[in-house]
């Protein structure tokens, strides 16, 4: 028997094993099982084929080869391809067994990249992959998919393990098989060494995220979407600075208002210093509101732009399989969000907001009602509800007048034409950009894919009308009212598309060679027109940056990110102005202030007092809990009824050192309170005061 058709058995049985496992609740029993398993195909005696010789690999200094490298190694091959929604899903899963079962103890985890896409065969960009993903295990890319042929592998993602001789021993198909997997783990090694077969010798490892651009607030990493909205101070932007897990809100310039989330991944709501997030995605506006797509915590967030918190307001932080949904916010559990977008939907005389999510996990749109909503065929849904509306579940490229049993394939995209009332989606894994009618959940086919739903290969790039157009993976959707044409990224080709939604024909606009070289992007993910049509914002992911296409001078601009950091003159009073909103009624406002310095050397004395001294407004009566006090407590005071902006006064002294002298320094803070009718009557936050 040859090893295809080995590794073909191996999984037929390996799905009757995995039933065997699942009725059985004694782990010793299961162990039993698996243990039979393993020496049976062991003893067979077949050896898988090694690398081919000459292929680019990853986060290692030198190509790994089977049967020298990884002799003596329980193997786990993962064939993925990095667009695979599915396959981003089961790289939590094999880190937890990289850090269960480590190099040294006798397991590596090998990345087969096996590109579906052709863009994907670019060693360029799958590195940009590998570093985006967090993936820190040896990574091939096999352009030519020989071991993907030579064992007979089908779709993406499987995972094969292989005994410490080269010897095919389990295949795990799809995604969700974390325990399985490390129970499999553990009864190998517990095999394989007490017949001393196991290496502990290491591997010449070295991450690839080296690379990547170097920290600091101003830099931009793997920027997944971007949005325009309309502030108090004009035009405004938020971006999803993806790979920084932040939001960031600047001006139309860069210059940042507001910077949401620690640069660290997690999952945490909270003012926007201590808010966590873990890789967001799409972003939309309602208001004071920003809804974000927390792509890998798998929940809904909300901003508060008065408060200046972050609140989930759908899914549990933790991956869900749910097809239906129905439940209430945050008991609802959501599988990798990617964008959103709202819909001011004509519930009988009234008009109710509904958040539109397009969920790239489950391949469906689902809706949040932030309303008591009577939705389509008179179905009653109370605010908070979170629920699918279209999407059979299954990944087709299938269109249908009913929303349910049409099915998509990973949309990643989502914009919403409001008088037209219909939603267009990026349908990234059948290249295709696809329309829903929002009076009756209607779906229909605009640009891109093939005429077949279940072809989900026909990709390309060239212009025309519905089927005739051929994209490559597109991410990101925005939509100019009143021209009535869709602006697309088609990422994986590079270039920004502009589609007519009334004849659906797609035309190349920017782009490598159109009109010019100068329009270059890479794996562009996310889009946003400005209101006048005239400036179209790019989030330009493996290029770090938002770019600005200027659509009437036809010129193109990186947007520099500027961060406000106010530079200190020892000589002079040093100012910094802060703004916060309070309600009219009244109130109580708390602020502590957090001083850090840009030059490494110098920090705050801790044996020094550092203190701070307040003045309230003359207007109304406002009172303080203390008009004094050290750097470490807070600045409290009871805010009166009133309206408008009042200013409170902060002097700090503080005395910085280094090792051989210390300084004095005063800092002023003006904090411009506004009274406002939606303001909270509870403010808490937190401000940096960085020196230089």
């Known amino acids: 028997m040859s090893v295809r058709d080995t590794v073909g058995e191996l999984t037929q049985i390996c799905l009757e094993l995995r039933r065997s496992l699942r009725s059985s609740l004694d782990k010793k029993e299961q162990e039993k099982l698996i243990s039979k398993h393993i020496k049976t195909f062991a003893g067979r005696g077949l050896r898988i084929a090694d690398f081919k010789t000459g292929l680019e690999w990853f986060n290692v200094t030198e190509g790994l080869s089977v049967y020298q490298h990884l002799a003596g190694k329980i193997i786990f091959l993962d064939f993925f391809t990095y667009c695979c929604i599915n396959c981003m899903h089961i790289l939590p899963d094999l880190n937890a067994l990289e850090k269960q079962f480590p190099v040294t103890d006798g397991l590596v985890v090998i990345g087969v990249h096996s590109a579906k896409f052709t863009n994907e065969r670019d060693s360029k960009r799958l590195l940009s992959a590998v570093q985006r993903y967090n993936i820190e295990h040896p990574v091939v890319n096999d352009t030519t998919l020989s071991t993907w042929r030579n064992l007979g592998i089908s779709c993406w993602p499987t995972v094969i393990m292989i005994g410490p001789m080269g010897e095919p021993l389990a295949v795990f198909v799809g995604e969700g098989h974390r325990k399985e997997m490390l129970l499999y783990a553990n009864v190998a090694l517990s095999y394989f060494k007490s017949l001393n077969q196991i290496s502990k010798k290491d591997l010449p490892l070295q991450l690839a995220r080296h690379l990547l651009p170097t920290g600091g607030k101003e830099n931009l990493l793997f920027p997944g979407k971007v949005e325009v909205f309309q502030s108090e101070q004009g035009e405004s932007l938020v971006i999803s600075d993806t790979g920084n897990n932040r939001i960031l809100v600047t001006d139309i310039t860069g210059n940042v208002k507001y910077i949401i989330g620690s640069s660290n991944s997690g999952f945490r709501d909270g003012d926007f210093e201590n808010a966590m997030f873990n890789a967001p995605q799409g972003v939309c506006v309602l208001g004071d509101f920003i809804y974000v797509a927390d792509n890998e915590n798998h929940a809904i967030r909300k901003i508060d732009l008065i408060k200046k918190s972050v609140i989930t307001v759908a ?378």
């Open 315 to 692: 899914g549990t932080g933790s991956q869900d399989n749910d097809y239906v949904g129905g439940k209430l916010g945050k008991d609802q559990g959501l599988s990798s969000p990617w964008d959103v977008a709202i819909y001011n939907y004509e519930n009988g005389k009234s008009t109710v907001p509904v958040l539109l999510i397009a969920i790239a996990g489950t391949h469906q749109i689902w809706a949040l009602f932030l309303e008591d909503t009577v939705w389509w065929k008179s179905r009653t849904y109370k605010a908070g509800t979170c629920a699918a509306i279209v999407g059979s579940g299954k990944e087709e490229n299938r269109n249908n007048s009913y929303p349910h049993t049409a099915g998509l394939a990973q949309p990643s995209g989502l914009v919403v034409a409001q008088n037209d009332k219909l939603a267009f989606f990026a349908d990234s894994e059948s290249s295709a950009v696809r329309c829903i009618n929002l009076k009756n959940g209607q779906v229909s086919a605009v640009c891109g894919a093939n005429k077949n739903p279940s072809d989900l290969h026909d990709y390309g790039d060239s212009d025309g009308a519905r089927f005739a157009a051929k994209l490559q993976h597109p991410l990101g959707l925005t939509w100019h009212p009143k021209e009535k044409v869709l602006y697309l990224t088609d990422t994986y080709n590079h270039k920004i598309k502009r589609i007519d939604a009334t004849t659906d024909h797609c035309k190349t606009v920017y782009g490598d060679g159109k009109p010019n070289k100068k329009f270059s992007f890479d794996e562009p993910s996310g889009i946003a027109v400005s209101s006048n049509g005239d400036l179209l914002f790019v989030a330009d992911t493996n290029n770090h940056a938002i770019k600005v296409v200027d659509t009437k001078n036809e010129s193109i601009a990186t947007l520099s990110i500027k961060v406000p950091v106010i530079e200190l003159d020892d000589s002079t009073n040093n100012v910094y102005v802060f703004d916060t909103t309070i309600s009219e009624k009244g109130g109580e406002l708390n602020v502590t202030f957090v001083v850090t310095f840009h030059d490494s050397d110098l920090k705050l004395n801790p044996d020094a007092p550092q203190a701070w001294t307040m003045s309230l407004p003359s207007t109304g009566k406002w009172t303080a809990k203390s008009r004094s006090g050290d750097l470490s407590s807070p600045v409290s005071m009871n805010v009166s009824e009133g309206s408008g902006t009042h200013e409170v006064h902060v002097i700090l002294d503080i005395i910085a050192c280094k090792t051989t002298e210390c300084i004095p320094k005063k800092l002023s803070v003006i904090y411009r309170v506004h009274q406002k009718a939606n303001g909270s009557g509870v403010v808490t936050e937190r401000k940096s005061l960085v020196i230089k």
